[in-house]
């Protein structure tokens, strides 16, 4: 029997797996180039209650430190520093996510074949940041996961996953203490699994909704572990970027301009801190509060600062920009 040349073996195909894609409404897309003009006085006004507080520390508390219940001055200033710090914190960890997906889920129900289908919201996770946000309907037949979305689509069957074993313990499932999975790890063939995480809408509503959420959960972790083959090519989630997470102009930087500045500003105040009040019993209290609501503060912009960079920096390296 004649061998194949080494031509020929090279000549063989390579199976590659199709992925969907996204499809963005025109009011979609409207509202793409709205969504950080809405939230902007509340950034505004968050922005202005950490300035003040910190001014207040400065100027008043660290003059004042001598003074009886001088502690009081610096947990109202650093009250008024927490506040803004949450409230930024939430609206740019929320831009930075956001995708305007519209109504519709209603009327997407009369298009789903299966009367066992679960209305979700599931995120499309790639190297740790989300690349991708949609809402619709999920349902499993002969051993493949369906999902029709209001913006995607996709099919996916047991040979689509990452062994179970080779999942981060955090996303693997455990029944025995309640813990059904809500993130599925799929195998694109590159270094970093593709992740989608499932989020049931309304799961408690009423008492059948509560039935199928739970069938369905059992449903997928028998699926996770038994991993069948169903009878259609599959059809991956999107692996491209939701267009409406790729930022333009001032706000592609601003999220990082602010928690920098929330770190310089948080780093400033250690510097300023005079420890030579330690001495004393009323300033050695104010100076321990000091600085352990800076360190707090600074560890928590830090934090920031780094997961809105890591989010950009991945969206920018999968769209070559």
Sequence with gaps: MELPSGSALLE?????RPSS??????????RLSESPIETLWQRVL?????LVGAAYVIVFGFRSM?????IFIFVKSFALIGLGFLILNFLYRRLSNFVYIGPGLKRLMTKIPDEAALPVRIQILQKGSITGVDEGYIWFNEGTLYYKGLQTVF???????????????????NPGASKFP????????????????????????????????????LALTRWINERPTG???????????????????FGKTESLIVSGALVALCTALLVLTPFSQLSSTNGSFA?????????????RSFVLARDLYRDMTVREEMTGS
């Design 12 to 16: 063989s195909p390579v199976t590659v």
């Design 21 to 30: 894609h996204w499809k963005v409404t025109k009011y979609a897309e409207e």
């Design 46 to 50: 968050a922005l202005v209650l950490v």
């Design 66 to 70: 001598q003074v009886e219940g001088s």
């Design 155 to 173: 099919r996916i069957d047991g040979t689509d996953l990452v062994p179970l074993n080779l999942w981060p313990r955090a996303d693997r499932p």
């Design 182 to 217: 809500n993130v599925i790890n799929l195998d694109t063939g590159k270094n970093d699994a593709l992740k989608v995480k499932i989020v049931l809408i309304d799961p408690f509503e009423d008492f059948q909704t509560r039935r199928k959420a739970h069938e369905f959960d």
């Design 231 to 249: 009878p259609m090519e599959t059809l991956l989630p999107p692996s491209t970027v939701h267009p409406a997470l790729m930022k333009q102009g």
């Design 287 to 299: 100076t321990l509060f000091t600085v352990g609501a800076s360190l707090f503060f600074l560890f």
